[in-house]
């Protein structure tokens, strides 16, 4: 029993020994996505695309709203008929305008993640470089919280790396 104890003992401590020698880094995602040079010039493009879509369902919803506004005024001295064939104008260009706002949403969604893939690309491999060559097991995202506690014996915030490196 004290060679198998002893021979256990002998196999486990170098593990034990390597898992000391473990260390990562941790740093905000947020902070260092928002310090980048080529976030500037991508929320430019986003915001300029966003402005176009933004002018236009603007321009939509004014036209409805003066139709309708039209149509009101003169609904009391329309016949029947008429009267039905503007209601279902007027309902079918609110329904075209519900439908362009959320198509609108869709697309400036899909812009966004275009516009900004390359900007978080670049991040993902300077993280990948910066933990091959500091040597760490792991790296961190501190933001949301999601790390309270952190030893910094074994854990190193490279926040501040990062922003210098991606300027």
Known sequence: MKKFCFTLLLITLPLLVNAQNLKFGYFSYDKVFH??????????????????????VKRSEDD???????????????????LRKRQAEIEELLQRN?????ETERLLKQAEQAT???????????????GHESGYAFILNTDNNTMPYVN???????TNALITVLQ
Do not use: W
């Open 152 to 158: 910094n014996a074994v854990g190193e915030d490279i």
């Open 116 to 130: 900004f893939a390359p900007v978080r690309d670049k991040l993902n491999a300077t993280l990948q470089e910066m």
């Open 35 to 56: 310090a980048m040079a080529s976030y500037a010039t991508a929320s430019n493009t986003y915001a300029s695309i966003k402005a176009k879509y933004d002018a236009e």
């Open 98 to 102: 519900r439908a362009f706002k959320i």
């Open 64 to 82: 409805f709203n003066r139709r309708y506004e039209d149509f009101l005024e003169v609904q009391h001295n329309l016949n029947p008929s008429i």
